[in-house]
């Protein structure tokens, strides 16, 4: 089974500054998918990479997919009380062709006025 | 823009009873999936369903649990009888396809509480 492994777990940051959130395996991505998830609510997608290289924006958001796809980076600009949230990557499950997510365990991100 | 609904948001049970946690996916969507995440913990695979059938399920989502369509909307699973293990955020979610660049929508989730 895929394992994916986020780092940092933990960030607390000051309003302005910038951060970058890793996700790796030890095996190949199909594709990997960014989500975000507030407090009290379910994950909801931000981006999927397919593209070993690609580079993806989304407002401050800028999301690359490692050239032999087994990383990913999400790097903020700027940050705002806005982003604070819990930042997951997933990927679907190995083999299964069923499409099941497996997720890393998470970066949860505060972002301080 | 459609969303996945599941009711209750919050369920407290006794160790032991049977609950069932209810989930409406999105309408033309027509893969379903339940997920849950224990406090602090990532977010596990539990069931994947699609054309009336389980399609893939993993080692937690043993015989005390099942899942079902009963009806054209509903998306329930049902945990027969609980145990204290089973607290947990359930998250059900939703697919048109299960491509791997296709997105699954998520509900806010049902926070289940084991006494």
């Known amino acids: 089974t895929q394992l994916l492994e986020q780092s940092p777990q933990f960030l607390s940051i000051q309003e302005g500054e910038n951060l970058t959130v890793y996700c790796n395996s030890s095996?190949?991505?199909?594709?990997l998918q960014w989500y975000r998830q507030e407090p009290g609510e379910g994950p909801v997608l931000l981006v999927t990479v397919v593209t070993g290289g690609e580079v993806k924006k989304l407002k401050r958001l800028t999301f690359q997919f490692g050239d032999a796809r087994k990383d990913s980076s999400l790097h903020i600009t700027a940050a705002q009380p806005g982003d604070t949230g819990l930042y997951l990557c997933?990927?679907?499950?190995?083999?299964?062709?069923?499409?099941?997510?497996?997720f890393g365990q998470g970066t949860t991100l505060q972002v301080k006025p | 823009e459609p969303e996945v609904t599941q009711t209750p948001s919050h369920q407290v049970t006794q160790m032991g009873q049977e609950v069932i946690l209810r989930c409406v996916p999105i309408?033309?969507?027509?893969?379903f999936y339940w997920y849950r995440q224990i406090l602090g913990q990532k977010v596990e695979f539990l069931v994947s369903?699609?054309?009336?059938?389980?399609?893939?399920k993993s080692e937690i989502f043993d015989d005390q649990f099942s899942v079902e369509r009963p009806d054209g909307s509903n998306f329930t699973l049902k945990i027969r009888s609980t145990k204290l293990e089973d607290s947990a955020m359930y998250f059900c979610a939703s697919s048109v396809i299960r491509a791997s660049n296709q997105p699954q929508h998520f509900g806010d989730g049902t926070r289940l509480s084991i006494l």
């Open positions: 309408s033309n969507h027509l893969y």
């Open positions: 997933a990927s679907r499950g190995g083999s299964s062709n069923t499409g099941k997510l497996i």
């Open positions: 369903f699609y054309n009336n059938e389980i399609s893939e």
């Open positions: 095996s190949v991505f199909s594709s």
